[in-house]
């Protein structure tokens, strides 16, 4: 069963910085691609950053480009999103994912309709004031 807890995210001004945790259990993050969604009141999920299976590519939306950066640590078996210069626009709940059916890699991971996950947690919540 996998099971991950999101943690890391507040309530910061425009221009803070967060850093988003989660670590996962049955199964190991370095052998599929994983990636952080995020959903806004009111909007559909939208993926934000992933890793390749391999780790070889890494890979973020246009709008949190040079912002934040994903990264997973094979041995705290953990996902990590490092959010800098953080914008009002970026307030959203914020999901980590793994592809555990192998379907997809990243960049994919994050934009294909057909990606589905049985293990969605409770997200953390990010709220950036201008």
């Known amino acids: 069963q996998v099971q991950h807890v999101e943690s890391g995210g507040g309530l910061v001004q425009a221009g803070g910085s967060l850093n988003l945790s989660c670590p996962f259990s049955?199964?190991?993050?370095?052998?599929?691609?994983v990636g952080w969604f995020r959903q806004a009141p009111g909007k559909e999920r939208e993926g934000v950053s992933c890793?390749?299976?391999?780790?070889?590519?890494?890979y973020s939306r246009d709008s949190v480009k040079g912002r934040f950066t994903i990264s997973r640590d094979s041995v705290k078996n953990a996902l990590y999103l490092q959010m800098n210069s953080l914008r009002p626009e970026d307030t959203a709940t914020y999901f980590c994912?793994?592809?555990?059916?192998?379907?997809?890699?990243?960049?994919?991971?994050?934009?294909?309709?057909?990606?589905?996950?049985?293990?969605w947690g409770q997200g953390t919540q990010v709220t950036v004031s201008s």
């Open positions: 994912a793994a592809d555990v059916e192998r379907k997809y890699d990243c960049p994919q991971v994050l934009f294909v309709k057909k990606f589905t996950y049985n293990y």
């Open positions: 049955g199964l190991n993050v370095g052998d599929y691609a």
């Open positions: 890793i390749s299976r391999s780790g070889l590519t890494l």
